[in-house]
C-alpha cells in the first residue's frame, strides 16, 4: 500500500508496517529461489507484504490465491516438515451456497491437502481433494494470482523513480506466463503450468469444475517456473521433481556429524537448525555456500558466510573449504569507489536483481565491510587447522597473503596499526562492521561517532588472523613470514590495551572515532574481542563478568548495548536486541578463557528461547526486554528467519563446551576439559568426520566431570582426552 511507504534517512532500513508484522508464515528455500507464505499456502491474502515467490533478489509471485466455491477454505492445520523438504496444509470447505436454490454445502464434507517443494527455480504444487459423503459434489476451485516483479529493495521500502514494463501475459491451453522487462532489458516470466487444462484461464485468475466422487481422491498439479531471458527452467512432472530433492536432501544429511542428547527439546532445537542450515546452503560454482537469511538477505554475505563456516566448520568442514573459494574468487583486484573496494578486500554481499544490476543500490558486488577480510584469514586457518588439507590451502594462501596486505596497507587508513572503515561509496554503508545500523557507533553522550572508525572487536578479528595465517606460513615453510606476522599481532594486542581499555568502566571502548576518540559505550562488541583472544586475561574476566551482569544479560542473551547507554533501546536493531549468533561467538570467547563458569549461562539462555519459539528456530535477533516469568523473548517485526548464523548458533555452543580440536599431522583428536550444560546428561555425537577417520563419541555429565566414551573409531588415530 503507498500508505506503508515511510522516507527515512537510512535508505536501506527495512520497513516494518502493521499489514506485515505478527503474521505467521513458512518458508522453503532452494538455491536462489526462496517462498514466503501463510499457513493456508496463500501469498498476499492480507494485502501487500513481503510475502511471495522470489528468484534472484525480484519477486515473482506477489499473490497467489485459493478460492473453494468463491469461498477461502478453512484452516485445520499446516506445517513445513522437519528437513524442509516440503509444506503441507490441511483445509475444509466452509459453509457456502451453490446452486441457483439457494441451497448450502455444509462445511467439512471436501478435504483439501496442499503440498509444495521448491527446487532448481520452480515452486511445484500438489492439491488433492476428497469427498467425505456418499454423494456426487460439484465444487469449483479458483486460483487468483499477480506478479508485480518487484525487487526486493522495492519490497524492503525503497521508492523508484522508474520501472520496467509489465509484459502481455501469454495464455495457453493448460497454463499462462506473466512477464516483465526491466529497465535492465532483462526478461523475466513467471510462468504456471496445471497438470490438466482448466475451465477458466485468463490474466490473473485460473478456475476448475469438478464434480467430486464419493470417498475417492481427485489431484490436481501446478508448477511455478522463475524464467529470465537466458535462464529457461524445464517442465517436469510433481513426483520425479520431488524424488531429486529428497535425494539430494538425504546427501546433504549424510555430510555431516550429528548430535542427540539427553533433552528431547534440545534434540528438536538441533535438528530444525540442521535443516535449515541444509536449506539455506546453496551451490555455487566454487562449493556450498550458506545464504544469509531468508526473506531479506538471501545472498551470499562475505561476514554471515565466514561466521557460519565457523560455526559449523567442528562438524562440516565442507562448507568452510566452499565459502573460502568462494570468497577468494570474488576478491576485490581494485579500487572501485562506488563498490567501497581496495585490491585484496573480501566480498560485503553480492546480488543480482534488477536494481541491483542497475546500481541503484550498489550491492551487486559490494566489499563494504571492515570485518569480512581478517575473518576470512581466520576460516581459512581454522580450517587448515581442522582438516590438514595443505593442497588447497596452497593455493588458497595467495588469497590470505592479499587479505593481509589490505589489512595493513588499506584497512589502516592513518598507520596507526588499527583497522579502520570509512565509507567511500556515496550510497554504501555508513557502519561497516556487524552492526551496520545508522546509529551504531555512538559516544557516551550520544552523538554518532564519525569516521574512519576502529571498532574493538574488528582488532581482535585481525589479532587472530594473524596469528593463524603464521601457523599458515609455518606449515608452508615460510618462517620469516610467520614471524613477522606474530610479531605484528603482538604489536597490536599492545597497541590495544592501551587505547581501548576505559578502567572506569571495567569494559573495553565500543571503537576509536576518527579523531581517536574512545566511545566509552558497553556493548556486546567488547565480547567478540574474547573470540579473537585479543583481551589480557585478568581484563577479559572483568568484561566477562560484566556481560553476565544483571545489566547486559537479559535472560534471554547478552543484550547488544548496556541499558544504561543513552541509545539503548531495546526494540532496536543493535542498541539493544539479542543476537543469537552474536552470543555464540561470545561463548566462543569465554570457552577459549577457560570461563567454564560462564559458558553456560548464554547457551542456556538461547536454549530456553529456542524452546518458545515458532517450529524451534531462533530468528536473526530479538527484543533485548528483560526476561520475564510465564513469557518468551519479545520478536523483532523485520528479522530475518530463518537466518544462517542465527540456526549455526547452536553448534557453537556445542563446540564452545566439548572443545574438540583436531591434529592431522599428528592424527590425533583431542578433547580439552570438556563440560556440558546442566540440562544435558548426555550428548552423543555421531559420524564425526576426521582427516584420518572417523569416531562417534558419548559425552556424559558426572557430579565433578564429563566422561567422554568411543563408541566408534574407524582409522589409525590417537584420541586425547585431557581434564
Not at 37 to 66: M, N
Not at 116 to 134: C, E, H, P, S, T
Not at 543 to 548: E, F, N, T
Not at 553 to 582: C, I, K, Q
Request: with cysteine.
Amino acid at each position: 500500500m503507498e500508505d506503508d511507504l515511510i522516507q527515512l534517512q537510512d535508505q536501506f532500513y527495512i520497513l516494518a508496517t502493521a499489514s506485515r508484522a505478527g503474521d505467521r508464515s513458512a518458508v522453503l528455500q532452494h538455491g536462489d529461489t526462496f517462498a514466503l507464505f501463510d499457513l493456508y499456502g496463500d501469498i498476499g491474502s492480507l494485502g501487500p507484504g513481503e510475502q511471495g515467490l522470489y528468484h534472484e533478489g525480484t519477486r515473482y509471485l506477489s499473490r497467489f490465491r485459493l478460492r473453494l466455491n468463491d469461498r477461502r477454505p478453512l484452516l485445520l492445520s499446516a506445517r513445513v516438515k522437519d528437513d524442509n523438504e516440503l509444506f503441507g496444509a490441511d483445509l475444509t470447505n466452509p459453509d457456502t451456497p451453490f446452486g441457483q436454490d439457494g441451497a448450502i454445502l455444509p462445511r467439512d464434507i471436501v478435504h483439501l491437502f496442499r503440498a509444495r517443494f521448491l527446487w532448481d527455480g520452480a515452486w511445484d504444487k500438489r492439491i488433492r481433494w476428497w469427498n467425505n459423503v456418499r454423494s456426487m459434489e460439484r465444487v469449483t476451485q479458483t486460483f487468483d494470482y499477480q506478479a508485480d516483479f518487484a525487487d526486493i529493495f522495492e519490497v524492503r521500502g525503497t521508492r523508484r523513480e522508474q520501472r520496467g514494463t509489465l509484459l502481455e501475459p501469454q495464455i495457453g491451453r493448460d497454463g499462462i506466463r506473466l512477464g516483465y522487462r526491466g529497465l535492465d532489458e532483462e526478461a523475466r516470466w513467471t510462468a504456471l503450468e496445471w497438470s490438466e487444462r482448466p475451465a477458466q484461464i485468463a490474466a490473473g485468475i485460473t478456475r476448475f469444475e469438478y464434480d467430486l466422487p464419493p470417498q475417492a481422491p481427485v489431484s490436481l498439479e501446478l508448477a511455478i517456473r522463475c524464467e529470465r531471458t537466458e535462464r529457461r527452467v524445464a517442465p517436469r512432472a510433481y513426483e520425479p521433481a520431488l524424488g531429486d530433492a529428497l535425494a539430494a536432501l538425504e546427501r546433504a544429511r549424510s555430510q555431516s556429524a550429528s548430535i542427540e542428547t539427553s533433552s528431547e527439546r534440545f534434540n528438536q532445537w538441533i535438528r530444525r537448525s540442521a535443516a535449515d542450515l541444509r536449506m539455506l546452503i546453496s551451490d555455487t560454482p566454487y562449493g556450498e555456500y550458506p545464504y544469509a537469511g531468508v526473506p531479506w538477505f538471501s545472498t551470499p554475505f562475505g561476514r554471515d558466510g565466514i561466521i557460519t563456516a565457523l560455526q559449523l566448520l567442528w562438524v562440516n568442514p565442507r562448507l568452510a573449504r566452499g565459502v573460502l573459494a568462494y570468497l577468494a574468487a570474488t576478491q576485490a583486484d581494485a579500487f572501485n569507489a562506488d563498490q567501497d573496494a581496495e585490491p585484496g578486500k573480501i566480498l560485503h554481499e553480492t546480488r543480482a536483481s534488477e536494481m541491483a544490476r542497475l546500481g541503484e543500490v550498489p550491492f551487486g558486488r559490494y566489499y563494504g565491510s571492515v570485518d569480512a577480510t581478517p575473518l576470512f584469514v581466520i576460516l581459512a586457518g581454522a580450517y587448515f587447522q581442522r582438516t590438514g588439507d595443505r593442497v588447497f590451502i596452497a593455493t588458497l594462501w595467495p588469497h590470505v597473503e592479499r587479505a593481509l596486505e589490505w589489512i595493513d596497507r588499506h584497512g589502516d587508513r592513518d598507520g596507526d596499526g588499527f583497522i579502520e572503515y570509512a565509507r567511500r561509496s556515496s550510497t554504501g554503508l555508513v557502519h561497516q562492521g556487524w552492526k551496520d545500523s545508522q546509529d551504531s557507533v555512538f559516544h557516551a553522550d550520544g552523538s554518532l561517532a564519525e569516521a574512519p572508525i576502529a571498532l574493538c572487536e574488528v582488532q581482535g578479528y585481525v589479532y587472530e588472523a594473524k596469528l593463524q595465517a603464521a601457523c599458515i606460513a609455518d606449515a608452508l615453510g615460510d618462517d620469516t613470514r610467520a614471524e613477522r606476522l606474530r610479531h605484528g599481532a603482538e604489536q597490536l594486542r599492545a597497541a590495544f590495551e592501551d587505547k581501548f581499555w576505559c578502567e572506569d568502566l571495567g569494559f573495553y571502548a565500543l571503537a576509536l572515532d576518527g579523531k581517536k576518540h574512545a566511545c566509552r559505550v558497553r556493548a556486546s562488541n567488547a565480547g567478540q574481542c574474547l573470540f579473537g583472544a585479543i583481551a589480557a586475561p585478568e581484563r577479559a574476566r572483568r568484561v566477562a563478568d560484566a556481560l553476565i551482569g544483571q545489566e547486559m544479560f537479559s535472560g534471554w542473551g547478552v543484550r547488544t548495548l548496556a541499558p544504561t547507554e543513552s541509545r539503548y533501546n531495546p526494540m532496536s536493531y543493535h542498541n539493544g536486541s539479542v543476537w543469537p549468533h552474536d552470543n555464540g561467538m561470545i561463548a566462543a570467547g569465554f570457552s577459549r578463557y577457560g570461563f567454564d563458569d560462564l559458558v553456560v549461562a548464554p547457551f542456556a539462555a538461547l536454549f530456553d528461547a529456542s524452546v518458545v519459539m515458532q517450529s524451534h528456530r531462533l530468528p536473526e535477533l530479538f527484543c533485548g526486554f528483560h526476561r520475564r516469568v510465564g513469557d518468551g523473548p519479545t520478536l523483532y517485526p523485520v528479522a530475518c528467519s530463518p537466518q544462517a548464523w542465527a540456526s549455526g548458533v547452536v553448534f557453537q555452543l556445542v563446540q564452545a563446551c566439548l572443545r574438540l580440536s583436531v591434529d592431522a599431522d599428528r592424527q590425533r583428536l583431542s578433547i580439552h576439559r570438556s563440560i556440558l550444560p546442566p540440562f544435558l546428561t548426555y550428548l552423543r555425537l555421531l559420524n564425526l568426520d576426521l582427516p584420518f577417520g572417523s569416531i562417534d563419541l558419548l559425552f556424559e555429565q558426572h557430579p565433578l566431570d564429563v566422561s567422554v566414551t568411543v563408541l566408534r573409531k574407524v582409522g589409525d588415530f590417537e584420541v586425547r582426552v585431557i581434564k
